[in-house]
């Protein structure tokens, strides 16, 4: 992708993460939306190339997740239980 064509994208992905924000506000998400403007604005602000466009798609994704009620932006790695006692049990 040529930094051309990323440059006629970027607007769009702007208005679509900003799209998303609107949304979690509605759903009573604030801070959520507050922090995902603050990032997209960053984005938005430097170099318009594939990395801010990598960037907003991002945003855009998580913050849709989060108003569809899959709260973690991305799927968090599932720990491992230990089972049975940690220290050695003697009767008294």
């Known amino acids: 992708m040529d930094e051309t064509h990323v440059s006629e994208l970027l607007p769009g992905l702007y208005r679509e993460v ?3 924000v609107a949304l979690l506000e509605g759903a ?3 801070r959520e ?3 995902v403007r603050a990032q997209a604005t960053a ?3 430097k170099a318009w ?3 801010a466009a990598r ?3 991002r945003l855009r994704d998580d913050a849709r997740r989060i108003v569809a009620g899959r709260h973690g932006a991305r799927p968090t790695r599932a720990w491992r239980t230990v ?3 940690s220290v050695e ?3 008294a």
């Open 18 to 20: 900003l799209d998303a």
């Open 28 to 30: 009573g998400r604030r």
């Open 33 to 35: 939306a507050d922090r």
């Open 43 to 45: 984005a938005y602000s």
């Open 49 to 51: 190339n594939q990395v």
């Open 55 to 57: 960037r907003l798609r």
């Open 83 to 85: 089972t049975g006692p």
């Open 89 to 91: 049990h003697r009767p």
